[in-house]
C-alpha cells in the first residue's frame, strides 16, 4: 500500500499569512486572535478556491497538487492499482470537485500521465470524507444531483463484484461537519453511509474544536482501514480467480 498526502492549503498559505498580519495585529490588535486565525485558515480558503469562469485560477492551482501526488502515487503503486481517497473539511468538497471534473466536466484537470488510469480517476474505489462541508456548497447550484461515482464506472466495469464504498463521518459537535445523504436523493444513493462519530480529546470532544479530531480518531481510522483491508483481498482474489 502506498500513500501520498495532499497539502492543497500551500497555495494559499503565504497571502492567508499576509492578510493575517495586516488585519489580525497592530495597529488594530483585535480580540479573539485563535478564533480569527480558525476563520482565516477555513473560510479564506473556501473563498480563494471558488472557481472563475476565466484564466489559471486558484481553482485549478489547487486540482495540480492532487494531479501531482497522483502521479507520483501511481508511479510507486502501480498505474492501474486501485485509488482510495481520504479527505477532510474543505479537502473533501476539492476531492469531490476534482473527481467530478474527472468523471463529467469538459474542461478536465490536468492530468501528469494521461495513460495512467489511477491519474485518471478510472481506479478510484473508496472515498472517505470527514468533516465535511460539502452539503454547504450545495447552495451554489440550482440542484445538486450529481454526486461523483465511487468506486468510478471503470472500476465497477472491471471489478464488478467489488461494490467500494463512500463513508461520510461527521460529529454532531463539528459545526463544519455535516451529514450528507439527506442532500439529494442521488447522494442517498451514492454515499454508502453517514457514520456519526465522537471524535476529539477530552478538551475539545464536546466542542466545534473537534473539527480537527477525526484522522486520529480510532472511530475514524479503524474502518477506514477495514475498508483498505477488505478492497485488498476482494480485487487479489478477483485477480487469482482470472489468472486460474
Known sequence: MVIK????????????????????????NLRYTELREFMIHYLADAVAYHPLESGDQNYEAVHRTISKQLNRLSTEAGADAPLCVISHSLGSVIASNFFYDLQYARRKPEIVNPDSALERGDTLSLFY??????????????????????????????????????????????????????VHPEYDKAVSEDRDVNVGTLIDSWNPLCHNGYLTSSKVITPIAEGLHNLWQQVNVNAMTVHK
Open 129 to 182: 470524507s470527514c468533516g465535511s462541508t460539502l452539503p454547504l456548497w450545495s447552495l451554489r447550484y440550482a440542484t445538486f444531483d450529481k454526486p461523483i461515482q465511487v468506486p468510478s464506472k471503470d472500476f465497477s466495469a472491471k471489478y464488478p463484484d467489488i461494490p467500494g464504498e463512500w463513508i461520510n463521518f461527521y460529529d454532531k459537535d463539528d459545526v463544519l461537519g455535516y451529514p450528507l445523504k439527506s
Open 5 to 28: 498526502p495532499v497539502w492543497w492549503a500551500s497555495v494559499f498559505a503565504e497571502r492567508e499569512e499576509e492578510l493575517k498580519q495586516k488585519l489580525v495585529g497592530a495597529p488594530y
